[in-house]
């Protein structure tokens, strides 16, 4: 039985750096975070893409 996890932003986003993280998909975070351009006002979380990031910010 697949668990349905929540983001804390309170959407189903399996691709958000707190999904990966939970999960311990090691290699696709690696992935999304190989040149971070984003950071997570929540969790501080880096990444490429906002899309990745529940509250995502510009890194300046």
């Known amino acids: 039985?697949?668990?349905n996890i929540q983001c804390s932003c309170q959407g189903n986003h399996?691709?958000?750096m707190?999904?990966?993280k939970s999960s311990g998909n090691r290699e696709e975070i690696e992935k999304i975070t190989?040149?971070?351009?984003?950071?997570?006002?929540t969790c501080a979380a880096e990444a490429n893409?906002?899309?990745?990031?529940c509250a995502?910010?510009?890194?300046q």
């Open 1 to 3: 039985m697949e668990k």
């Open 14 to 16: 399996h691709a958000h």
């Open 18 to 20: 707190c999904m990966l």
């Open 34 to 41: 190989s040149d971070p351009k984003f950071y997570c006002f």
């Open 49 to 53: 893409c906002a899309e990745n990031l």
């Open 56 to 59: 995502p910010a510009p890194i």
